[in-house]
């Protein structure tokens, strides 16, 4: 194996170091869960993305999870040109604006009318707030392992970055904002049941991951989405599925339309921007119609419903719509999530693989990973080292044991075929 020397990327991300909190812009990309340092990245095509060193990698981050169609796809690289040269920003509608709405709108079962903003987290902050503006009421209830972006009041037991930094209430998140939210086992029907019970009457809405991707990939069970569903309906509260990752990831209508459990509002993220910039949040027009300027709830954006971001966000969507990869990705992902059991499995290793679509964790954990607690108990150490070993393999998968890895559609046999060899021997290189 020819050893990958990262010089460039050293140097950069020392002096990134001196110029940013962590030399990162995110703290998810920090490798804080895998240590050593993150590599700088230059330029991505297809499933592939290049280091500033040259080194290219087979990629499952896939920018966490926007680049399903895969990195530089031409029909959105196309829209974005031909949309900048008209103007990057006019802080006016546009009929940009109309044409993804719709295509939103056609595509997710709970959305009659949509508001786009400039992030998930922009997205989910927003439906909680249309929500408890909806209902009057103020408790909202989360799901430990679950992860909403940096939203004040659900950075309690978040998982994702927050997970990994082992940070239960990030500082700064006030008592007086956190009081307000409960946060139960997901998967948990009984005590979902108990909190209902014990805040009938106050509880606003319920916001859940309906296929969780930042604890790495839980599923739901069937008993636990249609408790959400009757439990919300019954006391009249919103039933807030965010689907930022999941959103034209598990199936193109979401993974609402994949269960069949439609909630009363949506969030999107990644996907739905294409890679650009872009969220949204939706639901029913009579809970919409509670927006400002429809109705009184406040919630603004300068960027929202940007031009350049709604061009690459229509392009994807289009393309999604009419010549969809899902049947295609199952096969792709169901390859590599045998591939890598199998791995595991020779190498003695206890793990299971959890997988929705083209979403799937290997967990170093004899599983079933149900929830929080369960995901809590993952051998975290051999995650850093096979991902390592990976890496040096020309293998980047996502830089924790609690997020999700994502296959495009640009993966191939010969990417899923070098993965799975390279795991098998990393693997019983670790072990031996
Ligand atoms: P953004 O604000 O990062 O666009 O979206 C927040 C968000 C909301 N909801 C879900 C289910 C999400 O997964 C996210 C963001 N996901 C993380 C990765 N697990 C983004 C990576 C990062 O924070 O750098």
Redesign the pocket.
């Known amino acids: 194996m020819a050893t990958i020397t990262r010089e460039r990327s050293h140097e950069i991300f020392t002096r990134a170091c001196q110029l940013m909190p962590g030399g990162v812009n ?4 920090a490798f804080g869960a895998v240590g050593g340092e993150p590599i700088i990245m230059q330029s991505a095509s297809g499933p592939y993305i290049t280091d500033v060193d040259g080194n290219q990698y087979v990629d499952y981050i896939g920018s ?2 926007p680049m399903i169609l895969g990195h530089s796809n031409l029909a959105v690289v196309e829209a974005v040109q031909k949309a900048t040269e008209k103007g990057t920003s006019f802080g006016a509608p546009t009929a940009a604006e109309n044409r993804l709405a719709e295509l939103v709108i056609e595509a997710v079962p709970s959305i009659e009318k949509v508001r786009l903003v400039n ?6 902050m927003s439906a909680i707030r249309v929500a408890r503006g909806y209902t009057g009421r103020d408790l909202v209830i989360k799901f430990a392992g ?5 939203v004040d009041s659900l950075l309690v037991s978040a998982g ?2 927050a997970a990994t930094l082992a940070v239960p209430n990030s500082p700064g998140v006030t008592e007086g904002t956190s009081k307000d939210t409960i946060v139960l086992p997901y998967n948990d029907v009984d005590k979902l049941t108990a909190a209902f019970a014990e805040y009938a009457g106050k509880i606003a809405c319920v916001i859940l ?1 309906p296929v969780v ?2 604890m790495g990939c839980v599923i739901p069970h069937k008993q636990f989405l249609t408790a959400l569903r009757d439990l919300t309906t019954e006391h009249g509260s919103v039933l807030i599925f ?1 689907e ?2 999941t959103g034209f990831r598990v199936a193109y209508g979401g993974a609402q339309s994949l269960y069949g459990v439609t909630p009363d509002m949506t ?1 999107l ?2 996907i739905v921007g294409g890679g650009l910039p872009l ?1 949204a949040y939706g639901g029913r027009a009579e809970i919409m119609d509670q927006v400002l300027p429809a109705g009184k709830v406040f919630q603004a954006g300068t960027l929202s419903g940007n031009p350049i971001a709604t061009a690459a966000g229509t392009a994807t969507l289009e393309q999604l719509k009419s010549d969809p990869p899902y049947d295609r990705l199952e096969k792709t992902c169901s390859r590599l999530a045998e591939g890598l059991s199998a791995a595991a499995k020779a190498a003695g290793l206890e793990h299971c693989v959890q997988r929705v679509g083209s979403m799937m964790t290997l967990f170093f954990h004899p599983g079933p990973v149900n929830s929080w607690d369960d995901a809590a108990k993952c051998d975290t150490t051999m995650f850093g080292k096979f991902f390592w070993g990976m890496m040096d393999r020309g293998i980047y998968l996502p830089c924790s044991q609690y ?1 999700a890895l994502f296959v495009s559609a640009q993966h191939g046999d010969d990417e899923i075929t070098k993965t799975i060899a390279s795991a098998h021997e990393v693997l019983a290189q670790i072990v031996a």
Request: charged share 20%.
């Open positions: 995110s703290p998810a990309r966490w999870g992030s998930g987290t922009e997205a989910t679950n992860y909403h972006g940096h994702s970055a991951e991707g930042n965010d930022v990752m969030t993220g990644k969220g997020e």
